[in-house]
Antibody
Framework: QVQLVESGGGVVQPGGSLRLSCAAS????????MHWVRQAPGKGLEWVAF????????YYADSVKGRFTISRDNSKNTLYLQMNSLRAEDTAVYYC????????????????WGQGTLVTVSS | AIRMTQSPSSFSASTGDRVTITCRAS??????LAWYQQKPGKAPKLLIY???TLQSGVPSRFSGSGSGTDFTLTISCLQSEDFATYYC???????????FGGGTKVEIK
């Protein structure tokens, strides 16, 4: 069965950095694009970033562009999100999510989600 | 970016009720719309994609309709496990700038 397990969340000061990881299993990770989606406490969902199955293309929400970097290691079945210049408004639960279709046929909606990892940006 | 507006933001209903949630896009998105269910403290779960296609394993009491700018999610006979928050998401724009509606919380009357 598909499993996505996020880690790396925690408390960080404004301006700081954090790297999130998402360990994937139960499917051919190297065949699927992957996303990060976040949810601020008590708020709705916000898409953050997408990376193609082979890592060749990456897309970001305007709110994180230039500060966050999505990457993947297909040999380790792991997705990453490097977050720099963190702000209070980046405080959220961060979910990794699997795209529903493989390879170039990416659908840009999410059929499996991890349980999330909480990032708190506070002094 | 395409804005997605859901209505209502919350409402109360009883088990057995037929409920409808509306999602409106700020511009036409054809049928590039998905619906998710989220329970407190849990990750969202995909219910419907392509506006009306039921995800495998989702009960048939859930249905979706619409195209262009106006969409609905209907639960034909509300069950206790359906009390949750529902989100729509458009995936029309390319390069992808994916956006969600603000959510609709379905509470027990």
């Amino acid at each position: 069965q598909v499993q996505l397990v996020e880690s790396g969340g925690g408390v960080v000061q404004p301006g700081g950095s954090l790297r999130l990881s998402c360990a994937a299993s139960g499917f051919t990770f190297s065949s699927y694009g992957m996303h990060w989606v976040r949810q601020a406490p008590g708020k709705g969902l916000e898409w953050v970033a997408f990376i193609r199955y082979d890592g060749s293309n990456k897309y970001y929400a305007d709110s994180v562009k230039g500060r966050f970097t999505i990457s993947r290691d297909n040999s380790k079945n792991t997705l990453y999100l490097q977050m720099n210049s963190l702000r209070a408004e980046d405080t959220a639960v961060y979910y990794c999510a699997k795209d529903s279709r493989p390879h170039e046929a990416a659908s840009y909606y999410f059929d499996y989600w991890g349980q999330g990892t909480l990032v708190t940006v506070s002094s | 970016a395409i804005r997605m507006t859901q209505s209502p933001s919350s409402f109360s209903a009883s088990t057995g009720d037929r409920v409808t949630i509306t999602c409106r896009a700020s511009q036409g998105i054809s049928s590039y719309l998905a619906w998710y269910q989220q329970k407190p403290g849990k990750a969202p779960k995909l219910l419907i994609y392509a506006a009306s296609t039921l995800q495998s394993g989702v009960p048939s009491r859930f249905s979706g309709s619409g195209s262009g700018t106006d969409f609905t999610l209907t639960i034909s006979c509300l069950q206790s496990e359906d009390f949750a928050t529902y989100y729509c998401q458009q995936y029309y724009s390319y390069p992808p700038v994916l956006t969600f509606g603000g959510g609709t919380k379905v509470e027990i009357k």
